[in-house]
């Protein structure tokens, strides 16, 4: 009897542990959130769907990519770039002036090149090209997923997961 006593009260409290432990349902922003950072939200998509910048420094290089899949790269250059900075990949937006280099050679998913930080930063979902000829680089790219991530945006779908 006295074991049973112990037995049932050992479970009892295992079972209000484990409830303790549950995650509260997860709410998504208030509406009136929403409301306020819609039209921000949906500028801020509209310029991840391009990238077209052009860029200014020294250095010589090639690359293409259709997904970071499928994409080479091979040169370096240390540049200033201006022009429409491509997918943003999280919250914050990206300038549309700044500093960027790349140097080593890039395979497919053999990625020996690097940017210290400053690297173009291309999304993995990313369709474009680039080259860099003495002073003078250019690099253009389209994100498939970056636009149905600005439409899905006006349904309040966010599948890119970068709406503040
Ligand atoms: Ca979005």
Sequence with gaps: MKTAAILAAGLMICALQARAGEE????????AHRILLYIPNRVLDVFDMVR????????????????????????????????????????????????????????????AATGLGLDPGYSKTEIGLGAHVLLIGADIGIDPVEIVDFLGGFFLWDPRKDDF
């Design 52 to 111: 077209a910048r052009v860029r200014l420094g020294p250095g010589i290089a090639v690359g293409a990519r259709v997904t970071d899949y499928a994409d080479f790269y091979v040169g370096s250059y240390l540049s200033v770039y201006a022009g429409l900075p491509g997918p943003r990949c999280r919250r914050m937006p990206r300038l549309p002036v700044g500093l960027e280099t790349q140097t080593g050679v890039e395979v497919s998913v053999a990625d």
């Design 24 to 31: 509260p349902a997860k709410e998504g922003p208030s509406v």
